[in-house]
């Protein structure tokens, strides 16, 4: 059995050109170990975003011929691109559907619906391995389970990550995101505590109604002394921080060192003795990193955080564990909420985009290609 739909497809050209377009494709027999689901839910996240717009100019949309969108990509952001320049790529890490087709070794999976994460998932069909599909538990519906793998796995992997650094506590920032809230709802259930960076009162109070005792708002006035004491009560040395640029990360690790020096008993020149960790996992902030280092001593560390690279490195039974707990807890812990559902084609409408591109907390936007 043969399907044809519907796939997003972005594009970047060699005069720097992005086009996003929907594209008419053709999915064939699944293979033994296979199956083919009829996609009814994918979410928009900021990883997709990356591959969808990558580092275009969104200032320059444009319409082609009333079926796509173009973009213009500044020459000085071509290089971070340059190994797609030519390529039609499709976009969506994440979703869930109906299982519509199965090869023989698959066919335990026939007309289930499954979470899914692989690619291509803006799309109204996907063929994809078995073993990269997840079952949804009974009563869970597609919105369900499209965002059971990359936050639910990301707020998993942060947790693991600090425990495997000995830290005890943990600061997040943008915390009121759908991603922020998983985290906390999760570190209540495990009893860790959690300092979350917000930048709105607004904010503060959806964290605050899901139990956050410790919300800082990085815009008021005392900002740092109440991000150092919030530290100071919760003993955090680690952060995972989704800005990226600007001088908060470097805020949050000199908050680690005041309470750590307010917690030594002679003074040392090199600072205290504390490994203060900073993960940088985003860029909602795409600008330079800045780091005042004298500020907070010698024992400190800034790197990457990736989801995929954690989840190689985790292990098989690592992984199989945390899994497990999203599906157990899928509703609960790790449910999603989403503020718009939109269809496939919507995805292109320059007004839904420039929603959905703004990355606003507190926004989520589901796409359902069924809804057209």
Known sequence: MRFT????????????????????????????????????????NPSDLGMLLGPADVSTLATRNGVGLTFSVPESRRAAVAGRIGQSEPVGNEGAGLVVA????????????????????????????ARDVIPLPDGATSADGASMFVNPLTALGFVETA?????????????????????????????????????SQAQADILRGIGATHVVNSKDADFGARLAQAIEETGATVAFDAIGGGTLGSEIVQAMERAAINRMTEYNRYGSTVLKQLYIYGALDPSPTMLNRMAFGFQWGVSGWLLFPFLQSAGAETVQRMRARVVEELTT????????????????????????????????????????
Request: hydrophobic content about 40%; proline content about 3%.
């Open 102 to 129: 199965t090869g023989k070794d698959a066919s335990f999976l026939d007309g289930k619906r499954v979470g899914m994460i692989g690619g291509a998932m803006y799309a109204d069909y996907r063929a994809i391995k």
């Open 5 to 44: 739909g519907r796939e997003l497809r972005s594009k970047i050209d060699e005069d720097g050109t992005l086009s996003l377009s929907l594209e008419q494709v053709e999915v064939g027999d699944p293979a033994d170990d296979e199956i083919v689901v009829r996609i009814e839910a994918a979410p928009i």
């Open 333 to 372: 812990t790790f449910a999603s909420r989403y503020t718009r559902v939109i269809g496939l084609a919507e995805a292109l409408d320059p007004d839904v985009l420039r929603a959905y591109e703004r990355k606003a907390t507190g926004e989520k936007f589901l796409i359902d290609p069924t809804k057209g």
């Open 163 to 199: 425990r495997r650094g000995g830290h005890q506590a943990i600061v997040h920032t943008a915390a009121a995101s759908n991603l922020g809230q998983m985290l906390q709802r999760l570190c209540l259930a495990d009893g860790i505590p959690l300092v979350n960076i917000v930048r």
